[in-house]
């Protein structure tokens, strides 16, 4: 049984990075037929809170990753919260204390600070050094006795290597003796996260970690956890990191990391799906993925191995798409609010034909008010250089003039017979339609830019059409 699991800590929203690793381990589980379980790492006490726990399910509804095992659900293998599950792995830390596999340490947070400096100075990597680890009993009954503080550490085999085989990564070894007694228990009773995700792992049945590769140095730890219990280790699959479009390392500085800060800027779920699936992994050429399609495809094999780059510019590309591709009642339940904040008006089935006449044009939802400014107001600017261009000819006051009469007349006041009108008076004066259509455009929106006119005039219509043409600033 394929058994994955995403193991946020909850210190702050779903970022990007935590998303990408999620949707990976979704992903791998929905083609698998596999669990998707979720497991807040919160044993972190003075960093997480409720707050941040909110964030990440909002994160994960908002972008579909529906958990199988986890809070608010429950499941077969919980509790799901790391702080409930403490009782379990101080147990187990006692089954490692008895097997003389792991320690107490009555170091001082301070004594440790001076041996850290020390390291520094002769230019050595800080580890601890062992100077807990052949405490007489005696001698740790009276340090306890004495209420001292106390932490438990592994007992790292000093000798050997440790190898890490990754389903994403060449192997790598890793000298233990370059690794150190690290703490498992706190001096609070919580476990430390090397600790707890073994244990938790472990009892959970996980089957495949797959997390990003700055874990990867916490790997050969966790394996010589599992040698210590004697449990067979997970597979693992390292996922390559995310940089900035500069090549640093994908921060704050690079805009918004957090996902949901997506969704409020305008972004459609299913084009963040797409998008983030694509950062590190890859099916051929293929760009856009619908979610069936996605669960079809993924494979660990399709992971990359060098980093993604994040890029907006594709992410914008992506959203532009699924724009044009959802139902147009979803896209005018995302415009209404929007247009009705920014403009006051509430005739929703005007609402309704703006939209859609826009939909081709717009990248993020909010592009919807600028861009619909001159359907609800005629205090719009003119683009000054298209005046220059469009409205300072010779034909520009006829066109208009001739327009204008002709749509005074018409009926029915529909697109269709709009259209007649235009392809008509550019046949009599012998000019291209665009001679026609540019002033007119520019009369009736202010730039030359706008959806298909005919559409434009009708949606407007008569009366707006008729006042733009005679104020239009020749
Ligand atoms: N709580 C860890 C994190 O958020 C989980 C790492 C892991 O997947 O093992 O980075």
Redesign the pocket.
């Known amino acids: 049984m394929i058994r994955v699991r995403f193991?946020?800590?909850p210190t702050g929203a779903l970022h990007i990075g935590?998303a990408r690793?999620a949707l990976f381990n979704w992903l791998y589980a929905r083609n698998q037929g596999g669990q998707f379980i979720l497991r807040i790492?919160d044993t972190d006490q003075e960093r997480s809170t409720l707050e941040a726990n909110h964030a990440i399910f909002r994160g994960l509804e908002w972008l579909g990753l529906d958990w199988d095992e986890g809070p608010n659900i429950g499941g077969n293998y919980g509790p799901y919260y790391q702080t409930q599950r403490l009782e379990i792995h101080q147990k187990h830390a006692r089954q490692l204390l008895d097997e003389d596999k792991a320690y107490y340490c009555f170091c001082t947070p301070e004594e440790l600070d001076e041996k850290r400096k020390e390291a520094s100075k002769r230019k050595e990597a800080p580890r601890y050094d062992g100077k807990c680890r052949k405490l007489p009993d005696a001698e740790i009954k009276m340090l306890e006795s004495a209420g001292r503080p106390k932490v438990i550490r592994f007992r790292l085999p000093a000798v050997g290597e440790t190898v890490v085989h990754d389903l994403v990564r060449d192997k790598a070894s890793f000298q233990n003796d370059l690794l150190d007694d690290f703490v498992i228990i706190k001096s609070d009773g919580f476990p430390t996260?090397n600790f707890a995700?073994v244990v938790d792992d472990h009892l959970m049945e996980i089957s495949h970690?797959i997390?990003?590769d700055d874990?990867l140095s916490?790997t050969p730890r966790q394996i010589l956890l599992y040698q210590a219990f004697g449990w067979k280790p997970p597979k693992f699959a390292h996922i390559p990191m995310i940089l900035g479009k500069d090549k640093a390392r994908l921060s704050k500085r690079h805009g918004a990391t957090s996902v949901i800060a997506y969704s409020d800027m305008g972004y459609l779920p299913e084009a963040m799906l797409n998008y983030i699936a694509r950062l590190g992994w890859g099916f051929k050429d293929q760009e856009v993925f619908s979610r069936g399609e996605l669960i079809q495809k993924f494979s660990l094999k399709g992971v990359t191995r060098s980093p993604a780059v994040f890029d907006t510019d594709k992410l914008n590309w992506l959203n532009g798409k699924y724009i044009r591709q959802i139902l147009p009642e979803r896209l005018i339940d995302l415009c209404e609010p929007l247009l009705i904040e920014a403009y006051g008006n509430h005739d929703v089935e005007y609402i309704k034909k703006v939209v859609l006449a826009l939909r081709d044009r717009l990248v993020l939802i909010p592009d919807v008010v600028p861009l619909a400014k001159f359907f609800f107001t005629d205090d719009f600017e003119y683009d000054q250089n298209a005046i220059e261009k469009h409205f300072k000819t010779e034909h520009a006051g006829k066109i208009l003039e001739t327009l204008k009469a002709r749509l005074a007349q018409l009926e029915p006041f529909i697109k269709d017979k709009i259209e007649l009108i235009f392809k008509e008076l550019a046949k009599e004066m012998d000019v291209k339609l665009g001679v026609i259509i540019h002033p007119c455009r520019l009369a009736l929106t202010g730039t030359l830019e706008s959806p298909p006119m005919y559409d434009v005039i009708e949606i407007l219509g008569r009366e707006k059409v008729i006042n733009r043409l005679v104020k239009a600033p020749l």
């Open positions: 193991a946020p800590s935590g690793t790492e996260y995700c970690v997390r990003g874990h916490n």
